[in-house]
């Protein structure tokens, strides 16, 4: 048996001979999942996480499992969560991400990091309090994870902008190492710029956020109907371990939930809609009871917000 290294930022956990999770920690930085691959004769890093700090960690680890530093660091998309930590790569390590990724937070406008710091002022305040005023587990739970959250986006500001990819691409990307084969898919759909990490052989895809496992996911940089596609794409490769963005481990079930969870939202505006109903009022509705020890629960009515004006336009 191998023995994981640890970090207070996440949890390692082996998926195969030399692959492994690195699923986010309560209370850590860290702030969503990334994943260790060996291929062999090089080690592959997908996805860097939100904190600096967690992200070297999770190169220590990769070091002490393979025994080589990575040679390079796969950023799934352009979500803070997943790339600010290219802050704590070393230099001389190469970043892929698709042209979009690379687009997109190249277009940030270095102002806009002071609007998130005030942001994240106002929200840290308002989770403290909520902290203190919570009467359930649930909301207990809720408050606790934000707090961790702006505390780290607060700590990371004075550090940015993010170091970008310096290896771009359109393409599928195949890896062959000596041991496995690893493919860089572009699939959007959570964004315009996700991209998914296949590992054949070993039944094994590194999803970022185009999965979310007990869980709400976010919708609302991308399109439902692409989301939809991209979901199918990932069930025919028929993969046995799947690794989400945020949340445990997860599998095909895992996929049907998102998908009906997607439909449902859907449904459940497009009625709104047509009885003349706000984003507001539906958001004021007590949570479907299937959902309500999800995770993330402040998504919903931003996905209902994001839906109701998405399928309100003429």
């Not at 692959?19 to 260790?36: E, F, M």
């Not at 990769?62 to 704590?88: E, F, K, M, P, V």
């Not at 046995?240 to 963005?245: I, Q, R």
């Not at 109903?277 to 539906?282: I, K, N």
Request: aromatic fraction near 8%; include cysteine; charged fraction near 20%.
């Amino acid at each position: 048996m191998v023995q994981l290294p640890t970090s207070p930022h996440f949890s390692l956990h082996e998926l195969s001979q030399g692959v492994y999770a690195a699923l986010h920690a309560p209370g850590g930085w860290a702030q969503s999942n990334a994943g260790i691959i060996d291929l062999g004769d090089r080690t592959l890093i997908y996805d860097a996480f939100l904190s600096p700090l967690a992200n070297r960690d999770l190169l220590a680890a990769a070091h002490a499992l393979t025994g080589r530093s990575a040679c390079l660091i796969l950023n799934s998309h352009y979500h803070n969560d997943h790339t600010w930590g290219n802050l704590g790569v070393p230099a001389e390590l190469d970043i892929l991400s698709t042209f979009k990724t690379r687009a997109v937070l190249t277009a940030r406008d270095p102002a806009e990091y002071q609007q998130v710091r005030q942001e994240a002022v106002q929200s840290l305040s308002k989770m403290q309090a909520l902290l203190v005023r919570a009467s359930s587990e649930s909301e207990k739970a809720h408050a606790q994870y934000f707090i961790v959250y702006y505390q780290a986006i607060l700590d990371t500001l004075p550090l940015l902008p993010p170091r970008l990819a310096n290896i771009l691409t359109r393409d599928m990307l195949e890896f062959t190492g000596s041991k496995r084969r690893a493919r860089f898919i572009p699939l959007d759909g959570h964004t315009t710029s996700d991209a998914i990490l296949h590992l054949p052989e070993d039944n094994i895809i590194f999803l970022s956020d185009l999965l979310f496992v007990q869980a709400h996911p976010y919708l609302g940089d991308g399109h439902p109907d692409k989301l939809r596609h991209a979901i199918a794409a990932i069930q025919e490769l028929r993969a046995e371990v799947l690794v989400p963005g945020h949340g445990p481990l997860g599998s095909s079930t895992d996929l049907d939930a998102m998908l009906e969870y997607i439909n449902e939202m859907q449904e459940l505006v497009q009625q709104a809609i047509r009885a003349g109903a706000s984003w507001e009022e539906l958001a004021r509705r007590p949570l479907p009871a299937k959902y309500s020890t999800w995770i993330f629960s402040n998504f919903y009515a931003e996905n209902l917000k994001f839906l109701h004006e998405l399928y309100s336009k003429p």
